[in-house]
């Protein structure tokens, strides 16, 4: 069975920083977009940024010009640089991955496969 494991994550200040990685285990087929969605308390869950197989990305506008992602030194690996973070980026982060060819991250009812999360706490 495959999985995602995800690290990076925790306790920052407004203004701050932080980095989430995030790699496929045990996942034989192509990746076709991995990214990051995440939910606030009460709040949907919302994509945040994505990449496909070709290399284009995504963004939310909540996020545009404050993160980065990029694909992992390894296969099959993603990378969330966060900065400039407020505290309405305050949710738990979730890694996603596609499977499907499409021309970009679909729904979170389509994505196939989730990672446990990863707490991101922006606080003074």
């Known amino acids: 069975q495959g999985r995602l494991v995800e690290s990076g994550g925790g306790l920052a200040q407004p203004g701050g920083s932080l980095t989430l990685s995030c790699a496929t285990a045990?996942?034989?087929?192509?990746?076709?977009?991995m990214g990051w969605f995440r939910q606030a308390p009460g709040k949907d869950r919302e994509g945040v940024a994505h990449?496909?197989?070709?290399?284009?990305?995504w963004y939310s506008d909540s996020v545009k010009g404050r993160f980065t992602i990029s694909r992992g030194d390894a296969k099959n690996t993603a990378v969330l640089q966060m900065t400039k973070l407020t505290p309405d980026d305050t949710a738990i982060y979730y890694c996603?991955?596609?499977?499907?060819?499409?021309?970009?991250?679909?729904?979170?009812?389509?994505?196939?496969?989730w990672g446990k999360g990863t707490h991101v706490t922006v606080s003074s």
């Open positions: 045990g996942i034989s087929r192509d990746v076709y977009a």
């Open positions: 990449f496909i197989r070709d290399g284009a990305t």
């Open positions: 996603a991955v596609d499977l499907t060819p499409r021309a970009q991250m679909p729904l979170p009812p389509l994505v196939d496969y």
